[in-house]
């Protein structure tokens, strides 16, 4: 499978220096990618439409529709498989990016070392997550299911062994335990932020003091003493920040 990668961006010449730095990869690692610019954030949503990408690489200083408005729209209109990387001269804009979940945030100038290690960390991961796939048992029938499309698990209140599976596009409900599925997907980026929920970390939008908010607008709660350590790993596992 080709990936599709997007570059918005009003300033052509920063267009061609990323243009550049992704033809390099492609010539050094013998791999291909489909690559489309655009200059302005509504033509990149449009095209998005039409056929998604898989990487976006997004100035934030945009005219119009804004980089981080662009994001949020993908982000709400549920589209949580696009690596969404800023690209940006402006790196006081970080914070604010965490609510829209990107996987990394790049100054300019952008060297080909970064995108060297930004293609590869993608790809790497692309394949893990595309391939890795649970069996999820729902009253004798048996869903196999992307780990990715996992939003998050809940234990259903009164019932020892039951849960519900909410998934991007449906809600599954079957026989289980919060404690059996966190130490089937240790290795998949699940954490229990609360007491029967076990939440994918990839979809979290925001942490609170005392919830999480689910990319589906879901509220979790949250303990308190799992707030400093689900941060952490919110910081560490998705927003990947190259200095």
């Known amino acids: 499978m080709i990936l599709r990668i997007g570059i918005c961006d009003d300033t052509q010449t920063d267009i061609i220096h990323l243009e550049k730095h992704i033809k390099h990869y492609m010539a050094s690692y013998n791999i291909e990618f489909e690559i489309e610019s655009f200059r302005s954030g509504a033509a990149l949503l449009q095209a998005q439409k039409e056929q998604p990408f ?67 960390d993608i790809i790497h991961r692309y394949k893990h997550s595309h391939i890795t796939k649970i069996v999820i048992d729902s009253h004798g029938k048996e869903h196999l299911i992307p780990v990715n499309n996992i939003l998050y698990i809940q234990a259903v209140k009164g019932e020892k062994r039951y849960l519900e599976y909410h998934l991007i596009d449906a809600i599954l409900t079957g026989e289980g335990t919060i404690q059996d599925w966190e130490n089937r997907l240790s290795d998949h980026d699940f954490c229990s932020p609360y007491r029967g929920y076990l ?20 509220l979790i709660p949250i303990s308190r003493r799992k707030v400093t350590t689900l941060q952490q790993l919110y910081a560490n596992r998705i927003i990947h920040v190259l200095k």
């Open 54 to 120: 898989h990487i976006l690489l997004l100035d934030i200083e945009l005219p119009e529709i804004n980089g981080m408005m662009v994001a949020r729209y993908l982000r709400d209109e549920l589209y949580d498989d696009v690596f969404i990387v800023f690209v940006t001269s402006y790196p006081q804009y970080m914070q604010e990016s965490f609510d829209v979940q990107p996987f990394q945030f790049l100054t300019k100038p952008v060297s080909y070392t970064k995108i060297e290690k930004l293609l590869s």
């Open 199 to 218: 939440v994918n970390i990839r979809h979290i939008q925001t942490i609170q003091p005392s919830n999480i908010v689910i990319a589906n607008g879901t």
